[in-house]
Nanobody, 122 residues
Framework: QVQLVESGGGLVQAGGSLRLSCAAS????????MGWFRQALGKEREFVAA????????VYADSVKGRFTISRDNAKNTVLLQMNSLKPDDTAVYYC???????????????WGQGTQVNVSS
């Protein structure tokens, strides 16, 4: 069982940066791959980035590749999403999720946080 809580969202101007954090509770955090997804108003949830349990494998959506970086600290039960060069299209609620593998499929993740809002103004 893993409980996930996101933080770090807010309002930023286009071109700015934010760092999202996902704190996990539970002793088995290091066994899970972690993913970040986002959902804009009126749109379906979409994949952003994922990282394997060891941190050795990372996967990114084409739309964020080169701008976002996912990382994790298993000693602190935390996964981070560093977001640079933000665009208005990045505006969404961002969710972290835990699952058995670092995939882009939301159905592969069994545990989800409540989300944190990111707003990017033009």
């Amino acid at each position: 069982q893993v409980q996930l809580v996101e933080s770090g969202g807010g309002l930023v101007q286009a071109g700015g940066s934010l760092r999202l954090s996902c704190a996990a509770s539970g002793r088995t955090f290091s066994r899970y791959a972690m993913g970040w997804f986002r959902q804009a108003l009126g749109k379906e949830r979409e994949f952003v980035a994922a990282i394997s349990w060891s941190g050795g494998i990372t996967v990114y959506a084409d739309s964020v590749k080169g701008r976002f970086t996912i990382s994790r600290d298993n000693a602190k039960n935390t996964v981070l999403l560093q977001m640079n060069s933000l665009k208005p299209d990045d505006t969404a609620v961002y969710y972290c999720a835990a699952g058995p593998g670092a995939t882009y499929r939301s159905n592969d993740y069994g545990y989800w946080g409540q989300g944190t809002q990111v707003n990017v103004s033009s």
